[in-house]
């Protein structure tokens, strides 16, 4: 078996927007869908963000930015499905 296929996943990414949960107070953000946490990677205007440094994923469902962001400014993400 090809090194690639014993690493890789079955399922496939997807993409998410959770950008109309921004309201400039908020820091924790719920997920389209359940995920495996370690596939979170959040992207705030397009920049990706450190995970444990800006973002922590709190469970399969949520997770947490260490600043609230302004209205205006975009998160969307990538993530593997549960």
């Given at each position: 078996?090809?090194?690639?296929?014993?690493f890789s996943s079955s399922k496939a990414s997807k993409v998410g927007d959770v950008t109309s949960q921004i309201?400039?107070?908020?820091t924790t953000f719920?997920?389209?869908?359940?995920i495996?946490?370690?596939t979170l990677c959040v992207f705030i205007n397009g920049l990706?963000?450190?995970r444990?440094?800006?973002i922590t994923a709190v469970s399969a469902s949520t997770f947490?930015?260490?600043y609230s962001p302004v209205v205006g400014e975009t998160i969307t993400i990538?993530?593997?499905?549960?």
């Open positions: 078996m090809p090194i690639a296929r014993a309201d400039g107070v908020k719920t997920l389209p869908e359940s495996e946490v370690s990706n963000q450190r444990n440094d800006t947490t930015l260490s990538t993530y593997t499905p549960l």
